[in-house]
T-cell receptor, first 113, second 112 residues
Framework: GPKVLQIPSHQIIDMGQMVTLNCDPV?????FYWYKQILGQQMEFLVN????????KSKLFKDQFSVERPDGSYFTLKIQPTALEDSAVYFC???????????FGEGSKLTVL | QQKVQQSPESLIVPEGAMTSLNCTFS??????FAWYRQHSGKAPKALMS????GEKEEGRFTIHLNKASLHFSLHIRDSQPSDSALYLC????????????FGTGTRLQVLP
């Protein structure tokens, strides 16, 4: 089936550093999402993105977070500066317009020390 | 704000049993209702979705939606150990932003 690729699979950084998580969505998909999951529990919506702009963001999407997809390349989530509570697995997903189904990547596990 | 709750939090059933998972949501104008399954350390994968009231069956899985009751469910017939996973229900927001909110999750363990 359609594949979403996430890089890196795991990153360990010190608190206060910047991190960029990369997502290569399904090629013909137009909606992109980032979700945060802690300890294998609830998948919490962070933000979604369409046509070069943020459609909606949650309260979890702090000012230190940003997303972009420059020139149709990777869809990125940047956190600057990181905090201890940012430690989680971040999942990227993509979908077609009007079709609800999301296709997820395998996740990027972020550990902030 | 859309609230999506699941019950039970966890469930242990014997192989061959019927398993029923529940999801409640807060906005009856929601448009997309789905169940995803996530094996440990893996990506969530869509199992089934439904857009209007009623029932839909695919193999051992049946999804049932009642918008008036703000409730939908997943039933797994003849549960298998390979069905052991975290089950997440998902609901789209009734807006034009395509936001999809996930429930709190039900962890299912099927014992051989």
């Amino acid at each position: 089936g359609p594949k979403v690729l996430q890089i890196p699979s795991h990153q360990i950084i010190d608190m206060g550093q910047m991190v960029t998580l990369n997502c290569d969505p399904v090629s013909n998909h137009l909606y992109f999402y980032w979700y945060k999951q802690i300890l294998g529990q609830q998948m919490e919506f962070l933000v979604n993105f369409y046509n070069g702009k943020v459609m909606e963001k949650s309260k979890l999407f702090k000012d230190q977070f940003s997303v972009e997809r420059p020139d149709g390349s990777y869809f990125t989530l940047k956190i600057q500066p990181t905090a201890l509570e940012d430690s989680a697995v971040y999942f990227c997903a993509s979908s077609l317009p009007g079709r609800g189904q999301l296709y997820f990547g395998e996740g990027s596990k972020l550990t902030v020390l | 704000q859309q609230k999506v709750q699941q019950s039970p939090e966890s469930l242990i059933v014997p192989e061959g049993a019927m398993t029923s998972l529940n999801c409640t949501f807060s906005d009856s104008a929601s448009q997309y209702f789905a169940w995803y399954r996530q094996h440990s350390g893996k990506a969530p994968k869509a199992l089934m979705s439904i857009f209007s009231n009623g029932e839909k069956e695919e193999g051992r899985f049946t999804i049932h939606l009642n918008k008036a009751s703000l409730h939908f469910s997943l039933h797994i017939r003849d549960s298998q150990p390979s069905d052991s996973a975290l089950y997440l229900c998902a609901v789209s927001m009734p807006s034009n932003t395509n936001k999809v909110v996930f429930g709190t999750g039900t962890r299912l363990q099927v014992l051989p």
